[in-house]
């Protein structure tokens, strides 16, 4: 009989030590199914014009694919730390323009500078589900050979691009033939 006054206690214990784990868990870690696999095969406009782009892109280039849209706060707010890496480092960038009209875009980019090689228009998100993303910004690096290797969710910040991206960019120019 006095076990069963105790049923509260341990419901309550067994939900307060799940929502303790909870909070020591970093909300931009998502796993992703597509690390250490090939980018999804795609063909879509390139948003400065009426070229079709296809995974070919990535042929023999590590790139950092990063989606954005010319709506999203958080992509102006990380849009400078792309800047900076688009200028100081050999890499392709590519950006992936996700629900959003090609003139806001392409004034967008204009405001605010364009660091990508290369961006893919997506306003129907067709290669967005099949990347798994569930916001913008995220960012993608892609080896030489079109695999993804690394997914960023969230703002890169000088902290994360120097503590997770850059060493990863780093090893895999390393290896470039």
Known sequence: MKLRGLIPLFGFAALFAALAYGLTRDPR????????????????????????????????????????????????????????ISQSLDIQMVGVDWRDTRENAVRWLSENGDPYDAVIFDPDSHLIVDLGVVGAPETFIVDQNGDIRYKHVGIITPDDWKNDLHPIVESLLAVQP
């Open 29 to 84: 870690i998502l796993p992703s199914e597509l690390i250490e696999k090939p980018f999804p095969t795609f063909a879509l406009d390139n948003l400065a014009n009426d070229a079709v782009l296809e995974n070919e892109i990535f042929e023999g280039r590590v790139s950092l694919v990063n989606i954005f849209g010319s709506w999203c706060v958080s992509c102006t707010v990380e849009h400078p730390q792309l800047m900076e």
